[in-house]
């Protein structure tokens, strides 16, 4: 969504834009009248990555281990005909668009070799990063460590140590990854790419949370006043609150709303399905009904996100909305609180609404999206793995009578209607199309 947000502003300030990727968000795209080419399609048995994950959940450990080596094998032969010659897809695609510039999503590490492809071609290129900064330094933790850096030594040192454990076990899993058919060797794909550390694009970044990651400008799909306080690397540019404000939801009737009450609204977002077994899926969102049916006081409007059926739930809260889709932004001009799993956009949408948050990170970058909820003083974190009904509640009661988080929640949403202090970065990002 980040990336159609950030193709309709730059449509406005009169580019032509395309958007390449794979089949799964072609009818989004499409939908916002951005042009769309599908690439990859026959990675995925159903031409979806979406579809994909379902799958996955289905399967024994065993054959998930076998669906993955098949993935892998059908990706290294994508991968070798992007290295062997222009007769592929991705190059395709270029000769058929010809852009002056090419931006680069890098919040799936594999990439790196597009850009790579894109540089030996002579185009211009930028990264596209749909997360917060994650660079290894004293301020700046890396995402899965879910730590909020302090002023000080301790926090300092806790930061580094971080990065020491997780660049390890990052390392460690890539090399048992590779051995089991799980993953390409991309340290050898881009010694074949990137021979010479002169070029265009190098050095190549390794103390990064998305790694390997060339030397590029990059363009955080994020807005400053949620980040840490640090000093970034040199080319790295915030474009602000990139969600997409104008998107097409499905209608929604009010009438099951009750005025009288404060609405809680929990999601947990997609990845909901693929982290999450369903046994614990079912009894984290029968805790949060739980929760609610304690407090009458309160409605909940509850979007399961096709985890599992609402007749697998005891719908005990009075007058609770449960459906497998909710249209967010509309949930959202409602709610006093939210729980979420705490991926950036809705991050984004909470604070861009005044929202207070409680976050209950599953994976990934959410960890990281949490500590900045807690750092700003925009709501709470609970532990996914603990909670409980009553864990739920009292995290609820707490963010409720809190006006300290209201008002900052308030003060945040008013950050966020100012887009001004973005407008230098816009013009840098358009500035590397313009003809050297």
């Known amino acids: 969504m980040s990336a159609i947000a950030l193709a309709k502003r730059l449509r406005q300030r009169g580019h032509t834009i395309w958007i390449i990727s794979t089949p799964d968000v072609e009818e989004m795209v499409r939908a916002e009248e951005v042009e769309f080419m599908p690439v990859l399609a026959g990675l995925f048995r159903s031409g979806s990555f979406a579809k994909e994950l379902r799958f996955l959940a289905t399967l024994s450990w065993f054959a998930k281990l076998r669906e993955l080596r098949r993935l892998t094998r059908i990706y290294r032969s994508i991968v070798n005909r992007m290295l062997a010659s222009r007769d592929n897809e991705v190059d395709h695609a270029f000769d058929r668009i010809a852009p002056d510039l090419a931006l680069f999503y890098s919040d799936v590490p594999n990439l790196v070799v597009a850009p790579l492809v894109a540089l030996r071609r002579g185009l211009r290129c930028a990264y596209l990063t749909p997360l917060f900064y994650s660079y290894r330094g004293p301020a700046s ?17 806790a930061v580094r140590w971080a990065w020491t454990r997780f660049l390890s076990k990052r390392n460690t899993f890539r090399r048992l990854d590779i051995a089991l058919g799980l993953d390409v060797n991309l340290p050898q794909l881009v010694r074949q790419l990137a021979p010479s550390q002169s070029e265009a694009g190098r050095p190549i970044q390794w103390d990064c949370f998305l790694a390997p990651k060339l ?15 640090f000093e970034p690397r040199a080319g790295s540019h915030w474009l602000g609150w990139c969600f997409d404000e104008d998107r097409a939801e499905p209608p929604f009737s009010s009438e099951p709303l009750d005025r009288s009450r404060p609405l809680v609204y929990c999601a947990m977002g997609t990845q909901f399905l693929s982290f999450v077994p369903a046994p614990r899926r079912r009894a ?10 304690a407090r009458p006081h309160l409605q909940l409007a509850l979007a399961t996100g096709g985890a599992l059926g ?14 497998e889709h909710l249209p967010q932004l509309q949930m959202l001009n409602h709610a006093r609180i939210m729980i979420t799993h705490c ?13 207070p948050m409680i976050a209950f990170p599953l994976g990934f970058d959410q960890f990281g999206n949490a500590a900045r909820v807690v750092y700003h003083g925009l709501g709470l974190r609970g532990d996914f793995r603990r909670a409980t009904a009553e864990t739920i509640g009292r995290l609820i009661d707490e963010v409720l009578n809190d006006e300290a988080i209201r008002q900052r929640s308030a003060a945040m949403a008013a950050l966020a209607r100012n887009h001004a202090p973005y407008e230098s970065e816009m013009a840098a990002l358009e500035a590397l199309a313009e003809p050297s």
Not at 147 to 156: D, E, K, L, M, T
Not at 284 to 293: E, H, N, R, S, T
Not at 343 to 355: D, K, N, P
């Open 141 to 157: 933790p890396p995402m899965r460590a879910g730590i909020v850096p302090r002023p000080g030594f301790w926090s300092g040192l």
């Open 215 to 229: 030397s590029l400008p990059e363009f955080f799909l994020a807005p400053r006043e949620l980040e840490f306080d």
């Open 284 to 293: 984290f969102l029968q805790a949060v009904l739980d929760a609610c049916a």
């Open 310 to 323: 609402s007749e697998v739930l005891e719908l005990n809260a009075p007058g609770a909305i449960v459906r």
């Open 343 to 355: 991926g950036l956009h809705t991050l984004m949408e909470c604070a861009a609404r005044g929202v």
